[in-house]
Nanobody, 118 residues
Framework: QVQLVESGGGLVEPGGSLTLSCVVFGGTLDTYAIGWFRRAPGKEREKVSCTVGDDTTLFTDSVKGRFTISRDNAKNTIDLQMNSLKPDDTAVYYC????????????WGQGIQVTVSS
């Protein structure tokens, strides 16, 4: 059974940084496309990033230039590094894994809160 576990959330002041980690248990990271999503209060879920392979990541426009991705296949971990955070980045963040060879195999993490506030 594949499980995703997020960590690293919390409270940060505007302009600050946080790094979210997503660890894949029961599977091998490089067999999945990994997406980060977020849901802000009263808003629909939004895709933040999608990583395919080792070096291809697409970001939604609102985070381009501020968020980056790094991955460690040996540790089955993919990190979302968030810089220059804004109050609008406040949300519950989720990672999602989609198996390349079987796209109907989709797994979600439990979600982690990020709050950007002074």
């Amino acid at each position: 059974q594949v499980q995703l576990v997020e960590s690293g959330g919390g409270l940060v002041e505007p302009g600050g940084s946080l790094t979210l980690s997503c660890v894949v248990f029961g599977g091998t990271l490089d067999t999945y496309a990994i997406g980060w999503f977020r849901r802000a209060p009263g808003k629909e879920r939004e895709k933040v990033s999608c990583t395919v392979g080792d070096d291809t990541t697409l970001f939604t426009d609102s985070v381009k230039g501020r968020f980056t991705i790094s991955r460690d296949n040996a540790k089955n971990t993919i990190d979302l590094q968030m810089n220059s955070l804004k109050p609008d980045d406040t949300a519950v963040y989720y990672c999602k894994a989609t198996r390349y060879r079987s796209p109907s195999d989709v797994y979600w993490g439990q979600g982690i809160q990020v709050t950007v506030s002074s």
